[in-house]
C-alpha cells in the first residue's frame, strides 16, 4: 500500500516536471510575432497618441472619468467587451473565449496633485495635475496589449481579463476593484511599472518580496501649555515629542533583524508657534515600512508602544492613529513559480539577456492587494537610453516617459497573458475541464 502510494506519487512528481519543463507553445514564435506587432506604426502610433492624451488631462484617483472613458472608447472600436463602472472610474475588459480559465494583466490610470515642469507640445493642461508616475503609459500599453490580442482572438486558450484600475497613488483601487468581485476566478493577475533608471527593452523583477509594505502614522502628544520661562508650571509635549521620535529610532536599530529591512521615519512634527510659549499639544506623523507582514505588524505595535510609554515618561498622554483603510500597502510578494514563468517568457520576447533581477525596493505598490488574493508578479519594465537622455524618477515634476517603451510593455502584457493560458492548460487539464462552468 505504501509503496504504491509512493510510486504514484513519484509518478505526479515526475508528470509535474515535464509540464514544468515544457515552454510555453506560444512563446518563442508568438511572442517576438507580438513584439513585432506592437512596434507596427499603426500599433504603436495609435498608442502614443492614446498616451499623449491622457497626459494632457491627468486625472486624480477615483476622478479618473475622461480616461475611463477614452479607454471604453477605444474598446469599443476593438469590439472588446467590458464590465464599468467597476470601484468608480475602473474598466474591465474581456478577450478571448469569455469562458476559464481567466488571467488578469492590470494597469493603473491616475494622476499625482504636482505640477508639471516639463515644457513640451503635451504638457498636463490641468494646473497642478500631472501624470508623473507613468500611469498614463500604463494605460495606453494595456490598450495596445488589448488590440494586438484581440486580433489573435481564436488562439487565446481562455479569457484575458484586461483591468484598468483607479487610484493606486494612496488611494487603494486595487482594493476596491478586489471588493467589486471583479476578479473572482482569476489564476494569476501580471502588472508593470515603468522604470526611468533601466535600461530601454529590458525589465527586472525579483521572486518573493519586491516592494515593501507601507503605513502611515500620526500622534497626538499632549501636556499642558503656558510661559516658556516658567517651565515648572507647564507639562513640555515639545520635550515629549522630541524623546518619542529618538526612541522610535531605536525600534529599527535595536529591535529589528539587520537583515530584515525596515523603515520609521517621522516626516512630520508640528507643535507651537511663539518663542515664549510652551503648547498644549504637538502632533507627529510619518511612515513605516517592512518587507514582511509579519515585520510590519510588529512595527506597528512598537510604534504605538513607543510613543504612548515614553509620552507619559514625560508625563504627557498621547494617541496613535494608523489612518488604515486609506494608506496601508501590504508587502508585494511576487509569487515564486510566476517569477519562472516569467523569466521564459519575457526572456523570449525580449532576449534572455533582457531579463534580469533586482534587489528589493522600499517603495510601495498597491499592486500588492491583488497578490494577496492571486498569484501575482509585479515587474519594472526599462525606459532609459542614455544616448537620448538621462530620465528623472517617477514623482519628479520634471519626469518623462520615453515613449519606445510602449511596444515593449504592450507586447509583454499580451505574452504574460496569452502563454499563461496554454500553460494553465499543460499543467492540469482536467481542472480546467471541471471549472467549466465559471463564470466571471
Ligand atoms: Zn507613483
Ligand atoms: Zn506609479
Same mark, same amino acid.
Given at each position: 500500500m505504501m509503496m504504491m502510494g509512493l510510486v504514484k506519487w513519484v509518478n505526479l512528481f515526475i508528470m509535474f516536471h515535464l509540464f514544468a519543463a /515544457?515552454?510555453?507553445?506560444? &512563446?518563442s514564435s508568438d511572442s517576438s510575432k507580438f513584439l513585432n506587432l506592437a512596434k507596427e506604426p499603426r500599433v504603436f502610433d495609435w498608442m502614443v497618441e492614446i498616451r499623449r492624451k491622457i497626459h494632457e488631462n491627468p486625472e486624480l484617483g477615483y476622478e479618473e472619468f475622461k480616461t475611463s472613458e477614452l479607454v471604453r472608447t477605444e474598446l469599443d472600436k476593438l469590439g472588446i467587451p467590458y464590465k464599468y463602472p467597476v470601484a468608480i472610474t475602473g474598466v474591465v475588459a474581456f478577450i478571448g /473565449?469569455?469562458? %476559464?480559465p481567466f488571467v488578469a494583466v492590470r494597469a493603473d490610470m491616475d494622476a499625482l496633485p504636482m505640477q508639471e515642469l516639463v515644457e513640451w507640445e503635451h504638457k498636463s493642461k490641468v494646473n497642478g495635475k500631472m501624470h508623473a508616475c507613468g500611469h498614463d503609459a500604463h494605460v495606453a500599453m494595456l490598450l495596445g496589449a488589448a488590440k494586438i490580442l484581440k486580433e489573435h482572438e481564436k488562439d487565446i486558450q481562455g479569457t484575458v481579463v484586461l483591468v484598468f484600475q483607479p487610484a493606486e497613488e494612496g488611494g487603494g483601487g486595487a482594493k476596491e476593484i478586489l471588493n467589486a468581485g471583479a476578479l473572482d476566478n482569476v489564476s494569476a493577475i501580471f502588472g508593470l511599472h515603468v522604470a526611468p533608471k533601466l535600461p530601454i527593452g529590458t525589465v527586472a523583477s525579483r521572486s518573493g518580496s519586491f516592494f515593501a509594505g507601507s503605513g502611515f502614522f500620526e500622534a497626538v502628544i499632549s501636556g499642558k501649555g503656558g510661559h516658556a520661562a516658567i517651565p515648572q508650571h507647564s507639562i513640555d509635549p515639545i520635550l515629549a515629542a522630541s524623546n518619542v521620535i529618538v526612541s522610535l529610532q531605536h525600534i529599527i536599530s535595536?529591535? &529589528?533583524? %539587520?537583515?530584515d529591512s525596515q523603515v520609521v521615519t517621522v516626516a512630520k512634527f508640528q507643535g507651537g508657534g511663539a518663542f515664549n510659549v510652551i503648547p498644549d499639544s504637538v502632533t507627529i506623523g510619518g511612515t513605516f515600512r517592512a518587507f514582511s507582514t509579519e515585520s510590519f505588524m510588529q512595527l506597528r505595535q512598537r510604534i504605538e508602544q513607543v510613543i504612548t510609554k515614553q509620552a507619559s515618561v514625560q508625563r504627557c498622554n498621547a494617541t496613535v492613529s494608523f489612518?488604515?483603510?486609506?494608506t496601508f500597502f501590504p508587502p508585494t510578494v511576487n509569487h515564486a513559480e510566476l517569477h519562472d514563468y516569467f523569466q521564459s517568457v519575457a526572456g523570449s520576447v525580449l532576449g534572455d539577456d533582457k531579463v534580469t533581477d533586482i534587489q528589493p525596493l522600499m517603495g510601495s505598490e498597491d499592486f500588492s492587494f491583488y497578490q494577496q488574493v492571486i498569484p501575482g508578479y509585479f515587474f519594472l519594465l526599462g525606459m532609459e537610453n542614455p544616448a537620448v537622455e538621462h530620465l528623472e524618477s517617477p514623482?519628479? %515634476?520634471?519626469f518623462k516617459v520615453n515613449e519606445d517603451a510602449l511596444p515593449y510593455g504592450a507586447a509583454l502584457h499580451a505574452s504574460l497573458a496569452a502563454n499563461y493560458l496554454v500553460k494553465i492548460h499543460q499543467d492540469s487539464p482536467v481542472v480546467v475541464k471541471e471549472k467549466h462552468h465559471d463564470e466571471l
Open positions: /515544457t515552454k510555453p507553445i506560444m &512563446a /473565449t469569455k469562458k %476559464p535595536r529591535e &529589528a533583524d %539587520p537583515l489612518l488604515d483603510n486609506k514623482h519628479s %515634476p520634471h
